[in-house]
DNA sequence: TGACAAATTAACCTCAGGGTACATAAAGGT
DNA sequence: ACCTTTATGTACCCTGAGGTTAATTTGTCA
């Protein structure tokens, strides 16, 4: 297991090198794990700098405090979230297939990005004091809106969707169970046992929701999941 | 506001008088505002006992240590919830019409509920540890899916509700968004400005949700609410 | 090659905050 | 009236964790 570990030793121990970006790199995402386990006040700076192979002061040097790291820590994973969403191709496809398309894409970057979704609910629990104060993220998530504008605004056009149809409540439904999905799995899971967690239950969520998104947008568009046999 | 406030000051300081539910309750009010505000490690016992108009010593008096106080402050909020589901009397409207007010009432009870939701997030932060402890909430939280199985049941056998409909699933689905709207109302408002939190926008995403719901499980349910000028 | 800045280490400081020890007053039983 | 149990007030302890000081090494540019 350490069988290269040697070089790594030798580097650090008898002649360190400088790095500050890898060593910055590195206390972030131990950090973004440790804040998104435990929380601002639950996360414990010394934890989290025996679990980086640089030392404790070094977090202090670069962020400044506890709270600075935090900030920096959420920035990242908003970045990263957009990131996915970008990557996401939907001008291209005709309205109706892209808000599945994107209805879809947004159930799954969200289950896929548990210390996003951590991160939010306990910026949440602060009231998003944290987030107000960073420059970078209102930006980030504009794309997002952008999106759903664009192919609400061809749906209607094509006369396919309701002309009421408003992209920001739009979004606020769709975030609404890809989020809670995943943000309220331990309590639902301890409530109500944990059916809906399996994989193939998950994807029948997934596909019903899409469903129902569509059957609201859509004019004319009759959802048929649920007539599927129960489970 | 305090011309009452004499008879106790004077029960609690020339020569106070046993009391223990009142202490109790009160310990327990105010942890549950601390609680929820700050949560499990963010919460200062000091701070709580300061704003009782008992000591610290009796938080530890009657509950233990802070995880203990914490517990039961769950299990509070549980029960009030629970509460006022079940006052909600469903049993005798129509299924159409039952499904309606369950996810209207749902959705009030979520906003209403600051407090509740607020601990439930906590919880999650912490995996449900605590509340797998508690052997109050499952029975608790038994009765809402109940109601809503005997809804479908009635529906179904109505011949108006598809029959793939499954309570939990539909539990899932508008907790999601009762839930949602209350608790990422900090995040989402940061990210994207507080026109969703009007008092107006809020009945309007409220029977928007609704409508929604109904057109996925009723049969031939045409959703309308859209249709109206954005807004 | 030597001064200067940037990066890093190790040891230390401080105090907030969870938890306890101990004394004591009120109720309740007999 | 006494003893016991329950309830309460005061003062204190002490560790954990956020943050700092000061010295050391590495790189860089005259």
């Known amino acids: 297991m350490d ?35 435990h929380g601002l006040s639950g996360a414990n700076i010394n934890e989290i700098a025996e ?12 962020f400044g405090d506890k709270e600075g790291l935090y900030c920096k820590v959420l920035e990242g994973v908003y970045a990263s979230l957009r990131n996915s969403e970008d990557r996401l191709d939907v ?23 548990p210390h996003f979704i951590r991160l939010v609910m306990i910026e949440n629990i602060h009231n998003a004091d ?22 609400c605004t061809r749906g209607k056009a094509a006369g396919k969707f309701r002309q009421g149809v408003d992209p920001l409540q739009l979004h606020w439904l769709i975030s ?17 046992g944990a059916s809906l967690y399996t994989k193939k239950t998950q994807a029948i969520l997934k596909a019903r929701a899409t469903d129902m998104v569509l059957s609201t947008v859509v004019i004319g568009h009759v959802p048929t999941t649920w007539d599927a046999p129960a489970g």
């Not at 400088?18 to 206390?27: L, N, S, Y």
């Open 176 to 192: 609404s169970f890809s989020f809670y999905n995943v943000s309220n799995r331990a309590t639902f899971s301890a409530s109500f």
């Open 130 to 151: 944290y987030l107000r104060k960073s420059r970078i993220v209102p930006k980030l998530n504009r794309s997002i809106i952008e999106k759903l504008d664009d192919v």
């Open 51 to 62: 679990k980086t192979s640089t030392s404790k002061r070094m977090i202090y040097y670069y």
């Open 3 to 37: 069988g290269s570990g040697d070089r790594d030793s030798k580097k650090r121990k008898s002649s360190w090198r400088k790095d500050p970006v890898a060593v910055r790199e590195d206390i972030l995402a131990v950090a973004t794990q440790e804040f998104a386990a």
């Open 91 to 113: 001008e291209g496809l005709e309205p109706v297939a892209a808000l599945r398309r994107l209805v879809e894409a947004t159930f799954d970057a969200h289950a896929n990005a």
